[in-house]
């Protein structure tokens, strides 16, 4: 991980993390699974789909990101995860082991790169040559010798769709994602107001962004999701811009329980409406055509 590590030290010298100040955190954990299950020796990447292609949410404004339809991913994937290492475990007997989803101070992309699962795009994302980059990434690390995958070549070639259609320039060269200019970071990190420069650039994305996603090319190969718990409920189905400007705080809370939705919490949802609303939306290849 020596690479990875210097990358990542890199990147959170030059801020491009914003006002995320946990990716600081526990830096020596992320380079070193050794110092997440002492005498680790393997990783074990795991890919998830989320992708779906039915629902219109992120089609309609105010646009929601495709992962977040249905329940928490940490909490559906976790549950998977943990079956996964009881089945190991009858399997092999004792082996010391720890799950992750995008929960602890794991380089999740780099891991799935070494596994050969996929290849990091310019736009930031792990994405698997058959099925695309609409997946969650889990990881067990554990202290069990396996046969290992290497890694696989970068297939973006020439292309540059998703720098071209990033509507806050997000996407740096050379694979650097500026996390503090990114739509997502915004609409879900970010606790304060969204600067007065990204005015208009919004493309009516109220939480998250998958317009890097959808313009890949590997993504024509995504299919659908069989995850029932990924489904949206029919209440958010049925959530129209006004019921979302009227909707209370109990209502939201009693809505989005296990939703990845409640990580902005309701006044980030009526800040980031409020946002899009004021903001004429304008898409960037409306202005480049
Ligand atoms: S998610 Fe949206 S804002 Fe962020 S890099 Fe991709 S296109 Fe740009
Ligand atoms: S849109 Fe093109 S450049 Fe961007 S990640 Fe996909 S293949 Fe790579």
């Given amino acids: 991980m020596d690479e990875d590590a210097r990358q990542l030290e890199k990147w959170l010298n030059k801020g491009l ?37 039915e629902t219109s949410l992120d089609k309609i404004e105010p646009r929601i990101s495709k992962y977040a339809f249905g329940k928490d991913y940490h909490i559906v994937i976790k549950e998977k995860l ?26 999740e992309r780099s891991w799935a790169v070494k596994s050969g699962l996929g290849w990091i795009g310019k736009n930031g994302n792990l994405i698997n040559k058959d099925s695309g980059s609409y997946y969650f990434l889990a990881e067990i690390i554990l202290d069990l010798d396996l046969e290992y995958d290497g890694p696989l070549k970068d297939y ?56 890097c996603q959808d313009v890949c090319p590997w993504n024509r190969f995504a ?40 990580r902005t919490k309701y006044s980030g949802i009526q800040r980031n409406l409020e946002f899009i609303k004021t903001n004429s939306v304008t898409s960037k290849s409306d202005i480049n055509s």
């Avoid at 009858?90 to 794991?106: H, K, L, T, W």
Wanted: glycine content about 6%; proline content about 5%.
């Fill in 156 to 211: 973006c070639g020439t292309c540059t769709r998703c720098i071209d259609a990033c509507p806050t320039d997000a996407i740096l060269p050379e694979k650097v994602i500026d996390g503090s200019r990114c739509i997502s970071y915004f609409t879900i990190e970010l606790r304060d107001e969204i600067p007065d420069d990204m005015k208009g650039k919004f493309e009516g994305w109220m939480f998250g962004c998958d317009i």
């Fill in 223 to 262: 299919e659908n999701h069989k995850e029932n718990q990924f489904l949206p409920s029919e209440q958010l189905l049925e959530m129209h811009k006004n019921y979302w400007e009227d909707i209370t705080e109990e209502v939201f809370k009693k809505l989005f329980k296990d939703s990845p939705l409640k």
């Fill in 17 to 53: 993390h914003g006002t995320m100040k946990y990716m600081e955190n526990y830096f020596d954990l992320r380079v070193d699974p050794t110092k997440l299950v002492p005498d680790a020796k393997s990783v074990i990447s795991l890919l998830y789909n989320y992708y779906n292609e």
């Fill in 82 to 107: 943990f079956h996964l290492l009881e089945y190991i475990q009858n399997e092999i007997g004792e082996v010391q082991a720890r799950v992750f989803v995008d929960s602890g101070p794991v380089l």
